[in-house]
């Protein structure tokens, strides 16, 4: 199957501070990936999906100016969490879909911690 | 509204004990269900893809099914190493869209 990298694998960041996550389509470009949070023993959430040279679209309820997402080209979309708190602290997992095929790869997830 | 329900929510099972996980469904228009298996601190891992009512598919001791209304994983003779949650979505017909998950099945096996 397709490879999907996130990095970091986990971060401890200070509150207040900001903090970016990589997700890379290793082997195919991926025009559209998704961004998801999980808390304990939860299914996975959608955030938001990133569109390449595009703006992303937010789920309701997801601040926009806090989880900034950049898709600048057909491997790598980033989402940084802005001014971050305790309360952002999460398990965050990105995705992505092969051009043409249905089934969506993920990356290992980015466990933020946030004290 | 798209949704997806698994059950149970936990399953746990003596080591060649075999079982099945259910995950029923109401889509507008199925692009495809998907069953992932999720470690955990882990991303989901790709397991089947099942596309029309009726196919089925295997991969060593797992077999998924589909019906118009719901899927199913089988687990033939579990081990140990069978213990993950198993995350169900659904493919909307719209391209470019997110899968819709459940909320998983947590399954324990022991020896």
């Known amino acids: 199957g397709a490879v999907v990298s996130q990095h970091p694998s986990w971060v401890i960041c200070k509150s207040g501070t900001s903090v970016k996550i990589e997700c890379r389509s290793l082997?195919?470009?991926?025009?559209?990936m998704f961004w998801y949070r999980q808390f304990p023993k939860q299914s996975l959430m959608l955030m938001a999906t990133s569109n390449e040279g595009s703006k992303a679209t937010y789920e309701q309820g997801v601040e926009k100016d806090k989880f900034l997402i950049n898709h600048a080209s057909l491997t790598l979309s980033t989402l940084t969490v802005t001014s971050a708190h305790p309360e952002d602290s999460s398990f965050y997992i990105c995705?992505?879909?092969?051009?043409?095929?249905?089934?969506?790869?993920f990356g290992q997830g980015t466990r933020l911690t946030v004290v | 509204e798209d949704q997806v329900t698994q059950s149970p929510e936990a399953l746990r099972l003596q080591e060649g004990e075999s079982s099945s996980l259910n995950c029923s469904y109401t889509v507008s228009g199925l692009r495809g269900l998907f069953w992932y298996r999720q470690d955990p601190g882990k991303g989901p891992e790709f397991l089947f893809t099942l596309y029309s009512a009726g196919e089925e598919k295997e991969k060593e001791r797992l077999k998924a099914t589909l019906t118009k209304k719901e899927s199913f994983l089988h687990i033939t003779a579990p081990k140990p190493e069978d213990s993950a949650t198993y995350l169900c979505a659904v493919g909307p017909n719209q391209a470019g869209t997110a899968l819709i998950f459940g909320k998983g099945t947590t399954l324990s096996v022991s020896s």
């Open positions: 995705s992505a879909r092969v051009q043409g095929n249905t089934e969506a790869f």
């Open positions: 082997d195919f470009q991926a025009t559209t």
